[in-house]
């Protein structure tokens, strides 16, 4: 069974910094892009970052870019996201999906969460003082 479990969200203060992680297991986590979408209240779900399958190519949404870094450790099936300088914008419930496509790691797919197939739980953010 394929399972996305996010962790290591929290109240946070404006220009103060979280570290989430989400765990995977049920598949070869090193064959599949992976990707962190947030959901502030609402508003729709929207892209945050991306990472391809070896973990060479990533991706940011133009409001976290330069703020927040994706990365992933294939040998603990674990991806990660390190967000610094948040603001209370950045405030929401943020998950990590698999692209449901292995060995692919195109950009309009990744930016699409329509292509992905598998979501976690997500993990909530709060940014305020």
């Known amino acids: 069974e394929v399972q996305l479990v996010e962790s290591g969200g929290g109240l946070v203060q404006p220009e103060g910094s979280l570290r989430l992680s989400c765990a995977a297991s049920?598949?070869?986590?090193?064959?599949?892009?992976v990707s962190w979408f947030r959901q502030a209240p609402g508003k729709e779900r929207q892209f945050v970052a991306a990472i391809s399958y070896l973990g060479g190519t990533t991706y940011y949404g133009d409001s976290v870019k330069g703020r927040f870094t994706i990365s992933r450790d294939n040998a603990k099936n674990t991806l990660y996201l390190q967000m610094n300088s948040l603001q209370p914008e950045d405030t929401g419930v943020y998950y990590c999906?698999?692209?449901?496509?292995?060995?692919?790691?195109?950009?309009?797919?990744?930016?699409?969460?329509?292509?992905?197939?598998?979501w976690g739980q997500g993990t909530q953010v709060t940014v305020s003082s």
């Open positions: 049920g598949f070869t986590f090193s064959s599949y892009a």
């Open positions: 999906a698999r692209l449901g496509n292995a060995h692919y790691s195109g950009e309009y797919y990744l930016r699409n969460q329509a292509k992905y197939d598998y």
